[in-house]
């Protein structure tokens, strides 16, 4: 990446970090140089960067994930991430609505050998996790799409998820936004207020990581 996406970090620090964390393979490389290729300059933010998709392998790894959901798969760096991670007959359920981006990530799992175990649904995401079965059977999800509903997302997803699930939101210190003294937009007050939201709920222990835009990571009590 030109710029990290951890805005805290200069870059050299930031070099120093990618050097020191598991790399990105031809795969994960692919998807950034599709990214660069395919995808608007303004959009191209909303791939994760790769510390944050190493810890995604790892985390998966971990928890021995057997069934897992996405929320925003754009073109599937994060996707692959959580794929590999996957125990032995592991399932990912991803949903999207833009055909034009999920294009790549399924070229993407297909080169990674994960297509079998990769479902993606083109719908909009709260009528797709509306649908799943309320089993609380879910060991982790990924929560990175339209910033006003992640409050919905969450609401959907955190009964289905086995105690213990881990539960990842990205891009929850919005480049620093979410400070009181910086300006706001709509996405911004959305971030903020989930935050809020998810601090004050006794369902869960939560944390803020500084990886990446920030990423929350939520474990179901």
Wanted: hydrophobic share 40%; charged share 25%; aromatic share 8%.
């Amino acid at each position: 990446m030109a710029e990290p996406k951890s805005f805290f970090l200069d870059g050299e620090l930031y070099d120093y970090l990618l050097a020191h964390c598991d790399p990105p393979d031809d795969v994960l490389r692919w998807i950034t140089e599709q990214t660069q290729t395919r995808v608007p300059e303004e959009a191209r933010t909303s791939s994760v960067p790769p510390e944050q998709g190493a810890f995604m392998t790892l985390i998966t790894r971990l928890l021995n994930v057997h069934y897992a959901i996405e929320v925003g798969t754009f073109v599937g760096y994060s996707s692959v991430c959580i794929a590999r991670g996957l125990a032995p007959g592991g399932h990912l359920l991803c949903c999207d609505l833009v055909e034009e981006w999920t294009a790549v990530a399924r070229e993407a799992w297909e080169k990674a050998g994960l297509s079998d175990r990769i479902e993606l649904r083109l719908a909009p995401a709260i009528e797709t996790l509306r649908s799943l079965p309320t089993d609380a059977v879910v060991d982790l999800a990924f929560i990175d799409a339209n910033k006003a509903s992640y409050g919905e997302y969450y609401e959907e997803l955190l009964p289905r998820m086995r105690p213990n699930g881990v539960i990842l939101v990205d891009n929850t210190l919005w480049f620093g936004r979410v400070l009181g003294d910086q300006p706001s937009d709509s996405d911004t007050e959305a971030i903020r207020a989930f935050n809020d939201m998810v601090a004050a709920d006794d369902r869960v222990d939560s944390t803020i990581l500084t990886i990446g835009d920030g990423l929350t990571f939520i474990r179901k009590r």
